[in-house]
C-alpha cells in the first residue's frame, strides 16, 4: 500500500493562499490518479481535486478558478495550490492515491478566518 505524508495545512485569513503538499512513498507517474478531498464537521467527505495519470485535471466547481492541483513526478509529490480561500473552504483536508488500492493520507487541518 502507498504510504502518504502531507503537509502545508494550517490558519489563514479569508483572501489569504495556502499551499498543500503530499509526498507518496512510491511513483506517482504510475498511479492511476491522485487527488484532494477534505471534509468539514459534520458533513461527508468531498472531492476537491484530481490528477490523473496523463496529467488531466478535475476540481469541484466551487474551487474552480482558485484551486489547483499540479505534481512533480521527479519527488513524488502532488500539490494543492489554494488561493483566495473563503471560510467555507474551512476542513480537513486528505491526500488520496488511486493505485490498486486506494490509500490516505493522514489529514491535514485548513482553517480560514473570515
Known amino acids: 500500500q502507498v504510504q502518504l505524508v502531507e503537509s502545508g495545512g494550517g490558519l489563514v485569513q479569508a483572501g489569504g493562499s495556502l499551499r498543500l503538499s503530499c509526498a507518496a512513498s512510491?511513483?506517482?507517474?504510475?498511479?492511476?490518479?491522485m487527488g484532494w478531498y477534505r471534509q468539514a464537521p459534520g458533513k461527508q467527505r468531498e472531492l476537491v481535486a484530481l490528477?490523473?495519470?496523463?496529467?488531466?485535471?478535475k476540481y469541484r466547481d466551487s474551487v474552480k478558478g482558485r484551486f489547483t492541483i499540479a505534481r512533480d513526478n521527479a519527488k513524488n509529490t502532488v500539490y494543492l495550490q489554494m488561493n483566495s480561500l473563503k471560510p467555507e473552504d474551512t476542513a480537513v483536508y486528505y491526500c488520496?492515491?488511486?493505485?490498486?488500492?486506494?490509500?490516505w493520507g493522514q489529514g491535514n487541518q485548513v482553517t480560514v478566518s473570515s
Open positions: 512510491g511513483s506517482i507517474s504510475t498511479f492511476n490518479a
Open positions: 488520496e492515491a488511486r493505485v490498486i488500492a486506494t490509500s
Open positions: 490528477i490523473f495519470s496523463p496529467g488531466s485535471t
